[in-house]
């Protein structure tokens, strides 16, 4: 297998833009996690998803920050409007079964950067 | 909340050396407890995980331990090489809440020849 699979590995935009990061798990898998990497705050989790179905988006910093899975094969995080604080790395993870206790697999991540 | 702490925040040692790497938390009650390795750039790979049942896991010259109760992990590295430069990151699966994993912030380890 590929492993986790991210889209684009890096990205320059400007503030105000609109960014869609992509994302393809493990085949099998059906746990996916989305998280946010910086120097300051370390890697935080933004969303997860169960079989398709996002099950905590608490750790999404505010309402310009959406995820989709539509399949068990794609997932999408966009930022619409960006701004320079979103300035991270962005992975995607995936892991087996019902993903309680078991490790994740991820991604190389998604260097963006919010000029 | 579940928090994890690494100490300390960096680490340099000259090759050969066996190390110690730290990590603890406030929350006893997890399912498991992981360590990750994360070379510059790149993601993050799964070292070991050791389940709240186990005391301790060893995969070649790594051996981790964990005392749920005293809520502390440590990541022994035997004979260290250049080749183990890299951050290594802990992590714990809480048995409560929806968050499935939770990190520290890692220990940048420096080795050298």
């Known amino acids: 297998d590929a492993g986790v699979i991210q889209s684009p590995r890096h990205e320059v935009t400007e503030m105000g833009q609109e960014v869609t990061l992509r994302c393809k798990p493990i085949?099998?898998?059906?746990?996916l996690f989305w998280y946010r990497q910086t120097m300051m705050r370390g890697l935080e989790l933004l969303i997860y998803?169960?079989?398709?179905?996002?099950?905590?988006d608490s750790g999404m910093p505010e309402d310009r920050f959406s995820a989709k899975m539509p399949n068990a094969s794609f997932s999408t995080l966009k930022i619409q409007p960006s701004e320079p604080r979103d300035s991270a790395v962005y992975f995607c993870?995936?892991?087996?079964?019902?993903?309680?206790?078991?490790?994740?697999?991820f991604g190389p991540g998604t260097r963006l950067l919010v000029l | 909340k579940q928090e994890v702490t690494q100490i300390p925040a960096a680490l340099s040692v000259p090759e050969g050396e066996n190390l110690v790497l730290n990590c603890s938390f406030t929350?006893?009650?997890?399912?498991?407890l992981q360590w990750f390795r994360q070379d510059p750039g790149k993601g993050l790979t799964s070292l070991l995980l050791?389940?709240?049942?186990?005391r301790e896991q060893t995969s070649g010259r790594l051996n981790a331990s964990l005392d749920k109760s005293s809520g502390r992990s440590t990541l022994y590295i035997a004979a260290s090489q250049p080749g183990d430069s890299a951050t290594y990151l802990c992590?714990?699966?809480?048995?409560?809440?929806?968050?499935?994993?939770?990190f520290g912030k890692g220990t940048r380890l420096s080795v050298i020849a």
């Open positions: 993870a995936s892991s087996s079964v019902s993903g309680v206790g078991e490790t994740q697999y």
């Open positions: 085949s099998g898998h059906n746990s």
């Open positions: 998803f169960n079989n398709n179905v996002p099950i905590d």
């Open positions: 929350d006893s009650a997890i399912y498991n």
């Open positions: 050791i389940q709240s049942s186990q």
């Open positions: 992590a714990v699966y809480p048995l409560s809440g929806n968050t499935p994993l939770v």
